[in-house]
């Protein structure tokens, strides 16, 4: 959009420089692209956006200019209604009142078509457009001021002086202004007479009926069409032009006879027309929207304090009419040029916009020394926020299955399921006791779309016998198979998955729950590991069995399962969050490698550890784990790493050395160990 320096001045006193404007409008959202100094004035290219179509005229630009600096717009010259409304000279009709919702044609006769003045050529040029003749400029003209197309037709080559709206007969032909003829359908709205179509309704006009140099007659057009019809028309042709670019947006109904009067007047002072009859058909007033402004709610969005004074003033500016509804409560209306405007949050953005953007002070966001999740439900949430987090994707299974599938599939949960008295088929004929038989569906599936590498996770009720009902439990269920891509410095590697990432995952989830008191049991010759938390069985894990991969299809993969009662979870987690200082001072490493009995469990080394009770000793991981032949047959290998420190001082080796000592004579003492 291209307006002139002096042609907003036409409607508001602007005391400011053409640069200083722009970086105005700028701040305030118009964004002036470009700046150019011609022809004794300055041409503003502006980016509007496409919520904005008010913002396409040069009188809404110095509506923005005008609440921007503080001045007032300037009183217009008032417009009369044609007296002499013979209405039997021309007759509207409109099919659809969806697509057209106003038509308005003005008939203008003994006019003198001519080049146009000076200044009309030359303020039109200034903006992009090519002067044609005085009429077609005049149309032009109003376009660009008051932002509504408006179009001029040869009376004269109209036939029986009637107008139709309505949508284009498919395979009808039109001969457009451009000299190209286009064969039309029906997403395209045409204005036709007695017999032809004399434009594409929005888009441009017929050949055969625009305004010439021998043209004694005019019907001018202002009308509204619906944005969607022009849009769809416009680029099934391949077209564009100022008007269409402006309906597509939406234009103002209530600026529409306006527009009409405003060419009317040109076309009679620079054209000699007289101006015989007016009529319109459809709607002319535009829905008016109350919406109730609380400056508290601007002070909690913005974070500042605006005057209600200067809240006022600002909406009122733009156009908005504003009433005091109690002491803190403005009742706004939008105007009929601002369709965009239905929330109280548009309002205190238009507020802001017109305040300032820069006058908002920058601040940080206020953080909480605690975080907490209250709440079963923000429980759950943490819990799937976790395990996505993790890189697993939640799926939902059915509640209803077959006996079948349950079968030899459980983890640990074996119950009777209850079944369904009037079932719909064999697949669903009880409710699930447990998830599995729907994650290894949902793995199998997966699998046969030749996905390489499938977490998921499911978290959903199951339903269980009891003595006197039935009850329903909230579970999760885990499911890990194929083979994870891993980006090393030489390349991509696939690490085909175990029951250590499932284990790993498990642990992250407790961790970030605030569970420490879990542990992870499995008996020898088992494939079952039993999880508990705080001496309570909470679930279990495993690798499906092979007669579990041939009930689900599965064929040449392992799959890992876990299967954990979310309700017992939850009701041990603790998401408080006590947030402390890193340390200040450096930590030391040492390292112990040393032997032991295979059937010495890690988890009971790493239990000694926590019941030690060396001081300045932080933390034991393991660092590696080693069978070989350098091992005895019967033994293993196993490297911790051991973290020193304190929150007082700097350790020296002469500390470290007698307390690492100690807890190595420990491990030898209880577990037999050989040190290496």
Same mark, same amino acid.
Not at 89 to 117: F, G, H, M, Q, W
Not at 271 to 286: D, H, N, Q, T
């Given at each position: 959009?291209k307006v002139t320096y002096n042609w907003l001045k036409d409607f508001v006193e602007i005391?400011?420089?053409?640069?200083?404007?722009?970086?105005?409008?700028?701040?305030?959202?118009?964004?002036?692209?470009?700046?150019?100094?011609?022809?004794?004035?300055?041409?503003?290219?502006?980016?509007?956006?496409?919520?904005?179509?008010?913002?396409?005229?040069?009188?809404?630009?110095?509506?923005?200019?005008?609440?921007?600096?503080?001045?007032?717009?300037?009183?217009?010259?008032?417009?009369?209604?044609?007296?002499?409304?013979?209405?039997?000279?021309?007759?509207?009709?409109?099919?659809?009142?969806?697509?057209?919702?106003?038509?308005?044609?003005?008939?203008?006769?003994?006019?003198?078509?001519?080049?146009?003045?000076?200044?009309?050529?030359?303020?039109?040029?200034?903006?992009?457009?090519?002067?044609?003749?005085?009429?077609?400029?005049?149309?032009?003209?109003?376009?660009?001021?008051?932002?509504?197309?408006?179009?001029?037709?040869?009376?004269?080559?109209?036939?029986?002086?009637?107008?139709?709206?309505?949508?284009?007969?498919?395979?009808?032909?039109?001969?457009?202004?451009?000299?190209?003829?286009?064969?039309?359908?029906?997403?395209?709205?045409?204005?036709?007479?007695?017999?032809?179509?004399?434009?594409?309704?929005?888009?441009?006009?017929?050949?055969?009926?625009?305004?010439?140099?021998?043209?004694?007659?005019?019907?001018?057009?202002?009308?509204?069409?619906?944005?969607?019809?022009?849009?769809?028309?416009?680029?099934?042709?391949?077209?564009?032009?100022?008007?269409?670019?402006?309906?597509?947006?939406?234009?103002?109904?209530?600026?529409?006879?306006?527009?009409?009067?405003?060419?009317?007047?040109?076309?009679?002072?620079?054209?000699?027309?007289?101006?015989?009859?007016?009529?319109?058909?459809?709607?002319?007033?535009?829905?008016?929207?109350?919406?109730?402004?609380?400056?508290?709610?601007?002070?909690? &969005?913005? #974070?500042?304090?605006?005057? /209600?004074?200067?809240? =006022?003033?600002? %909406?009122? *500016? !733009? @156009?908005?009419?504003?009433?005091?509804?109690?002491?803190?409560?403005?009742?706004?209306?939008?105007?009929?040029?601002?369709?965009?405007?239905?929330?109280?949050?548009?309002?205190?953005?238009?507020?802001?916009?017109?305040?300032?953007?820069?006058?908002?002070?920058?601040?940080?966001?206020?953080?909480?020394?605690?975080?907490? &999740?209250? #709440?079963?439900?923000?429980? /759950?949430?943490?819990? =799937?926020?976790? %395990?996505? *987090? !993790? @890189?697993?994707?939640?799926?939902?299974?059915?509640?209803?299955?077959?006996?079948?599938?349950?079968?030899?599939?459980?983890?640990?949960?074996?119950?009777?399921?209850?079944?369904?008295?009037?079932?719909?088929?064999?697949?669903?004929?009880?409710?699930?006791?447990?998830?599995?038989?729907?994650?290894?569906?949902?793995?199998?599936?997966?699998?046969?779309?030749?996905?390489?590498?499938?977490?998921?996770?499911?978290?959903?009720?199951?339903?269980?016998?009891?003595?006197?009902?039935?009850?329903?439990?909230?579970?999760?269920?885990?499911?890990?198979?194929?083979?994870?891509?891993?980006?090393?410095?030489?390349?991509?590697?696939?690490?085909?998955?175990?029951?250590?990432?499932?284990?790993?995952?498990?642990?992250?989830?407790?961790?970030?729950?605030?569970?420490?008191?879990?542990?992870?049991?499995?008996?020898?010759?088992?494939?079952?590991?039993?999880?508990?938390?705080?001496?309570?069985?909470?679930?279990?894990?495993?690798?499906?069995?092979?007669?579990?991969?041939?009930?689900?299809?599965?064929?040449?993969?392992?799959?890992?399962?876990?299967?954990?009662?979310?309700?017992?979870?939850?009701?041990?987690?603790?998401?408080?969050?006590?947030?402390?200082?890193?340390?200040?001072?450096?930590?030391?490493?040492?390292?112990?490698?040393?032997?032991?009995?295979?059937d010495i469990s890690v988890k009971d080394i790493l239990k000694l550890f926590k019941q030690?009770?060396?001081?300045?000793?932080?933390?034991?991981?393991?660092?590696?784990?080693?069978?070989?032949?350098?091992?005895?047959?019967?033994?293993?290998?196993?490297?911790?790493?051991?973290?020193?420190?304190?929150?007082?001082?700097?350790?020296?080796?002469?500390?470290?050395?007698?307390?690492?000592?100690?807890?190595?004579?420990?491990?030898?003492?209880?577990?037999?160990?050989?040190?290496?």
């Amino acid at each position: 959009m291209k307006v002139t320096y002096n042609w907003l001045k036409d409607f508001v006193e602007i005391k400011i420089p053409p640069r200083d404007l722009a970086n105005k409008l700028t701040m305030s959202g118009l964004e002036v692209i470009s700046l150019e100094e011609k022809g004794g004035d300055f041409i503003f290219e502006i980016e509007i956006t496409s919520n904005r179509p008010d913002w396409l005229s040069v009188v809404g630009i110095a509506r923005e200019v005008a609440a921007i600096t503080g001045a007032k717009l300037k009183k217009q010259k008032s417009l009369s209604l044609t007296k002499n409304r013979k209405a039997k000279d021309i007759a509207l009709a409109i099919e659809d009142k969806s697509d057209c919702p106003l038509y308005t044609a003005r008939i203008i006769r003994n006019v003198k078509v001519a080049p146009s003045a000076s200044w009309l050529k030359s303020r039109l040029e200034l903006v992009g457009c090519r002067s044609v003749n005085n009429i077609v400029d005049i149309t032009n003209y109003v376009l660009f001021e008051l932002g509504e197309p408006l179009h001029a037709f040869d009376l004269d080559k109209l036939n029986k002086e009637r107008i139709v709206v309505r949508r284009a007969h498919p395979g009808e032909k039109i001969t457009t202004i451009d000299g190209i003829q286009r064969v039309l359908s029906k997403e395209q709205l045409v204005i036709a007479d007695g017999i032809k179509t004399v434009a594409i309704a929005g888009v441009m006009g017929a050949k055969d009926s625009e305004v010439s140099i021998n043209t004694k007659n005019v019907l001018l057009e202002a009308a509204v069409f619906n944005p969607l019809i022009v849009r769809r028309g416009r680029q099934a042709l391949g077209l564009q032009s100022e008007a269409s670019y402006r309906f597509e947006r939406g234009v103002d109904i209530e600026a529409v006879e306006r527009a009409s009067l405003r060419a009317a007047e040109l076309i009679k002072e620079y054209a000699s027309g007289e101006e015989i009859a007016f009529k319109a058909v459809g709607l002319s007033k535009a829905k008016s929207r109350i919406i109730n402004l609380d400056v508290a709610d601007v002070t909690r &969005i913005l #974070g500042l304090n605006i005057p /209600v004074a200067k809240i =006022k003033k600002n %909406l009122s *500016g !733009l @156009g908005f009419g504003v009433k005091s509804k109690s002491k803190n409560t403005l009742a706004v209306s939008t105007p009929s040029f601002r369709q965009d405007v239905s929330l109280k949050e548009d309002l205190i953005e238009e507020v802001s916009r017109i305040f300032g953007y820069e006058r908002i002070p920058v601040s940080l966001p206020a953080i909480k020394s605690c975080v907490s &999740i209250r #709440g079963k439900r923000g429980l /759950v949430s943490e819990v =799937k926020n976790i %395990l996505t *987090g !993790l @890189g697993l994707s939640e799926v939902a299974t059915y509640s209803l299955t077959d006996r079948a599938s349950l079968a030899g599939l459980e983890l640990g949960f074996s119950n009777e399921p209850i079944e369904i008295l009037n079932p719909l088929s064999q697949e669903q004929e009880v409710l699930r006791t447990t998830l599995i038989p729907g994650l290894t569906s949902v793995v199998a599936f997966n699998l046969n779309q030749k996905q390489e590498y499938i977490p998921i996770f499911e978290v959903a009720n199951v339903y269980l016998r009891d003595t006197n009902h039935p009850k329903e439990e909230l579970m999760l269920g885990l499911a890990l198979s194929g083979a994870q891509p891993v980006l090393l410095n030489n390349g991509a590697l696939k690490d085909e998955v175990s029951l250590l990432n499932l284990k790993g995952m498990l642990e992250t989830l407790f961790s970030r729950l605030g569970i420490k008191d879990y542990e992870f049991n499995s008996t020898l010759g088992s494939e079952i590991v039993e999880i508990y938390a705080q001496r309570n069985k909470i679930g279990s894990m495993s690798r499906l069995s092979n007669s579990g991969c041939a009930k689900s299809n599965i064929k040449n993969k392992n799959v890992f399962l876990a299967e954990l009662s979310l309700d017992k979870v939850l009701s041990i987690a603790c998401t408080d969050k006590k947030f402390i200082s890193p340390p200040r001072y450096p930590g030391i490493t040492r390292d112990i490698s040393f032997i032991l009995k295979e059937d010495i469990s890690v988890k009971d080394i790493l239990k000694l550890f926590k019941q030690t009770g060396v001081p300045l000793l932080q933390s034991v991981r393991i660092a590696d784990y080693y069978k070989g032949k350098q091992i005895p047959s019967g033994f293993k290998g196993l490297t911790l790493t051991c973290f020193y420190s304190s929150v007082e001082r700097t350790l020296k080796e002469d500390e470290i050395q007698p307390l690492h000592t100690q807890f190595c004579e420990r491990l030898t003492k209880e577990f037999g160990v050989k040190m290496r």
